[in-house]
């Protein structure tokens, strides 16, 4: 009798207790639509919290003493921005910013207006902060903007990068994932404003 117990709970722990955690877990983690768009899962949020974790270590390393000002592109950085924010071990500013939708100029044609940036960037170090990185558009207006400001190092932090798009030159320093070219949501990526609350990544179907 005591051996059938023993065999039976020995069985519940390392047979049906693992296939239970696995089957809930697969359950959450499912295929997802967002209006007329569907998605499956693809990077999952503890991957996402690792990598996060590695990037900020590396900064604080290579920043020490250098108090970084980041700027965090918005809308998409800013739970990226929090997370990597928390994570660093030195003394650091943040401060939020945005391109302005596209303007008509009588003499460049269309310019966007970088909005948001109240510090004084001059002798500063500046980490740009980017959730995705598509064909790094956004980061070329971002460049432009700050240049001739008198930053004293410009260097650029991008959680995703989809680097069969990307067509500039600007270097990316730190990239936490390279992606196909494909569209994702997620992690404060979003699909016409939705999304952006998943913790996990999705790719589209
Ligand atoms: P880029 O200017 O083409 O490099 O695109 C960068 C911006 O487009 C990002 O900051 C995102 O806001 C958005 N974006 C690019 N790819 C994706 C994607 O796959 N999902 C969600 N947003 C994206
Ligand atoms: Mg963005």
């Given amino acids: ?89 030195i003394t650091a500013e943040v401060s939020f910013i945005k391109l302005s939708s596209y303007q008509e100029t009588t003499t460049s044609g269309r310019v966007r207006e970088l909005i948001g940036l109240n510090n004084s960037i001059f002798n500063r170090n500046l980490i740009i902060l980017e959730d995705i ?31 069969d798009s990307y067509k500039k030159r600007i270097e990316v320093k730190y990239i936490g994932f390279e992606i196909p070219n494909d569209f994702v949501v997620g992690y404060g990526m979003d699909y016409q404003g939705y999304g952006r609350n998943l913790k996990d990544v999705y790719i589209q179907k």
């Fill in 133 to 163: 990185i598509d064909t790094g558009l956004t980061l070329q207006h971002t460049m432009d903007a700050l240049q001739d400001l008198g930053a004293a190092s410009i260097e650029v932090v991008t959680l995703f990068m989809k680097p």
């Fill in 1 to 89: 009798m005591n051996y059938r117990l023993d065999n039976d709970l020995v069985r519940f722990i390392f047979y049906y207790l693992p296939h239970y955690y696995i089957f809930t877990d697969l359950k959450s983690f499912g295929k997802m639509k967002i209006l007329d768009l569907d998605f499956r899962p693809y990077i999952r949020e503890k991957e996402i919290q690792h990598t996060v974790k590695k990037l900020s270590k590396k900064l604080s390393r290579e920043y020490t003493d250098l108090n970084p000002l980041f700027l965090v592109i918005l809308n998409g950085a800013f739970i990226f921005a929090a997370d990597l924010f928390r994570e660093l071990k």
